[in-house]
């Protein structure tokens, strides 16, 4: 992009978990960035502060800092029992955002959307985008994000603005003062030994530098679209003829001998194409998934008819992404690796326990044990059944419309992230706890 065209981003919610790894991500690379908010907890940027609902608010925001592009992360952390919160947030300042965006000529707006907004409680297996979001939502936060998601989409291409939505999962990393929280009150409370459910169940996380990675590419294909240089016949090309690659982060590479790349092994007679054979084998640059066939059933969202019927969604303005790290987890394993660096920065003092496991009807007799509790008291239960059906559910995604359409692909594998996150949190462990 050059510097004529060059866009000034306006981040939402930019002094939050997520919406302050996209800042220093454009900054890295150069962009003019401003952050609307509520509370201002860094200076390195223009700061506009206000309520997110009020569309006067934000549209003079978008006039004094000159946004052409808005980037819109911000909404109350999952898990309050204030609907109307989340309500006022995630829907009207949604709408709030949209209209004065449209109000003050801005191209282009990235919603962060979750996930969870297909989540009812029942297995998430692979899914792609278009599964329908449930008829009864998990909880206020997904039914309220799920309602901002539909307003982004559907004001796609209305008054000059075009908008995509990500859905990331699971979210962790550097700032988190949510899930490393909990966990970390778990660790010192000595009961990582108590788990619920028999941890089959699949389990995305995604690292929050990878999560805002993706918003930088939906908004510089945005940018594609209002050039006209998106080409969807390349893109049909790449999708009918480019396997994707496996996606190795965490495991690594895993080779796989064919025929076109193998070890040569003992033989009786040497290959004619054994040198050919041995370097391609030997090569670390070796790609052979443009080799490989794809095979795509009549139920895939890529399948030839389906995309002759209509191609709409090989668009990016106007669709929905997950996003993810591409590498499903069991469950507890991700938890348990938490609690694993922990015990390694404490020096493997701490005592193991017996492991208790409770099934999943235990967990919820139990926790509805703690939220009665919680209502004669007064208090707030730590352990309710929506964390029981969280815990022991299976929740991943297809994420291939991302990467095919956005280019997307993880930088952070799952255990560097999971190093950066704590390490991030014992050297902050007094402001988060603060």
């Given at each position: 992009?050059?510097?004529?065209?060059?866009?000034?981003?306006?981040?939402?919610?930019?002094?939050?978990?997520?919406?302050?790894?996209?800042?220093?991500?454009?900054?890295?690379?150069?962009?003019?960035?401003?952050?609307?908010?509520?509370?201002?907890?860094?200076?390195?940027?223009?700061?506009?502060?206000?309520?997110?609902?009020?569309?006067?608010?934000?549209?003079?925001?978008?006039?004094?800092?000159?946004?052409?592009?808005?980037?819109?992360?911000?909404?109350?952390?999952?898990?309050?029992?204030?609907?109307?919160?989340?309500?006022?947030?995630?829907?009207?300042?949604?709408?709030?955002?949209?209209?004065?965006?449209?109000?003050?000529?801005?191209?282009?707006?990235?919603?962060?959307?979750?996930?969870?907004?297909?989540?009812?409680?029942?297995?998430?297996?692979?899914?792609?985008?278009?599964?329908?979001?449930?008829?009864?939502?998990?909880?206020?936060?997904?039914?309220?994000?799920?309602?901002?998601?539909?307003?982004?989409?559907?004001?796609?291409?209305?008054?000059?603005?075009?908008?995509?939505?990500?859905?990331?999962?699971?979210?962790?990393?550097?700032?988190?003062?949510?899930?490393?929280?909990?966990?970390?009150?778990?660790?010192?409370?000595?009961?990582?030994?108590?788990?619920?459910?028999?941890?089959?169940?699949?389990?995305?996380?995604?690292?929050?530098?990878?999560?805002?990675?993706?918003?930088?590419?939906?908004?510089?294909?945005?940018?594609?679209?209002?050039?006209?240089?998106?080409?969807?016949?390349?893109?049909?090309?790449?999708?009918?003829?480019?396997?994707?690659?496996?996606?190795?982060?965490?495991?690594?590479?895993?080779?796989?001998?064919?025929?076109?790349?193998?070890?040569?092994?003992?033989?009786?007679?040497?290959?004619?194409?054994?040198?050919?054979?041995?370097?391609?084998?030997?090569?670390?640059?070796?790609?052979?998934?443009?080799?490989?066939?794809?095979?795509?059933?009549?139920?895939?969202?890529?399948?030839?008819?389906?995309?002759?019927?209509?191609?709409?969604?090989?668009?990016?303005?106007?669709?929905?992404?997950?996003?993810?790290?591409?590498?499903?987890?069991?469950?507890?394993?991700?938890?348990?690796?938490?609690?694993?660096?922990?015990?390694e920065a404490n020096g493997n003092t701490r005592k193991e326990k017996s492991r208790i496991v409770f099934s999943k009807p235990v967990g919820m007799v139990l926790a509805s044990g703690a939220e009665w509790w919680g209502w004669l008291s007064g208090k707030e239960p730590a352990f309710?059944?929506?964390?029981?059906?969280?815990?022991?559910?299976?929740?991943?995604?297809?994420?291939?419309?991302?990467?095919?359409?956005?280019?997307?692909?993880?930088?952070?594998?799952?255990?560097?992230?999971?190093?950066?996150?704590?390490?991030?949190?014992?050297?902050?462990?007094?402001?988060?706890?603060?």
């Open positions: 992009m050059s510097a004529k065209t060059r866009d000034s981003y306006l981040v939402i919610g930019g002094s939050g978990f997520l919406g302050r790894h996209i800042v220093e991500a454009l900054l890295a690379r150069g962009d003019v960035v401003s952050v609307f908010d509520i509370v201002q907890r860094y200076h390195d940027v223009p700061f506009y502060g206000g309520d997110i609902s009020e569309e006067e608010q934000v549209a003079s925001a978008i006039e004094k800092s000159g946004t052409t592009c808005i980037i819109h992360t911000a909404s109350p952390a999952a898990g309050i029992q204030d609907p109307a919160l989340y309500w006022k947030v995630n829907v009207d300042g949604t709408k709030a955002v949209i209209a004065a965006a449209q109000k003050k000529g801005v191209r282009k707006l990235v919603y962060t959307s979750s996930a969870g907004v297909v989540f009812n409680g029942a297995d998430i297996i692979d899914v792609d985008e278009r599964t329908p979001f449930p008829e009864k939502a998990m909880d206020a936060y997904n039914e309220s994000k799920a309602k901002a998601e539909e307003a982004v989409l559907e004001a796609n291409d209305e008054d000059g603005l075009l908008t995509v939505a990500l859905r990331p999962a699971g979210i962790f990393g550097p700032g988190d003062r949510q899930v490393m929280a909990g966990l970390c009150q778990v660790y010192e409370r000595n009961q990582t030994h108590f788990q619920i459910g028999d941890n089959t169940n699949l389990f995305d996380w995604t690292y929050v530098g990878n999560v805002a990675h993706a918003h930088l590419l939906a908004a510089d294909k945005l940018s594609e679209t209002i050039a006209g240089t998106l080409d969807l016949e390349k893109v049909k090309e790449d999708i009918a003829t480019r396997a994707l690659p496996q996606i190795t982060k965490t495991t690594g590479q895993n080779r796989v001998p064919t025929s076109e790349a193998r070890p040569l092994g003992p033989y009786l007679y040497r290959p004619d194409d054994a040198d050919a054979l041995d370097a391609k084998w030997n090569d670390p640059n070796y790609d052979p998934s443009a080799n490989r066939p794809l095979r795509r059933n009549k139920f895939d969202q890529f399948a030839d008819p389906a995309i002759a019927y209509d191609d709409s969604h090989l668009s990016v303005a106007g669709q929905v992404f997950f996003i993810t790290n591409g590498e499903p987890v069991y469950f507890w394993d991700f938890l348990r690796a938490v609690w694993k660096r922990l015990d309710t059944k929506f964390r029981v059906t969280f815990s022991c559910a299976s929740r991943w995604h297809n994420i291939e419309k991302a990467r095919r359409l956005l280019g997307y692909e993880p930088i952070v594998g799952m255990d560097e992230g999971l190093d950066k996150m704590v390490d991030w949190y014992l050297k902050n462990q007094t402001t988060t706890k603060a």
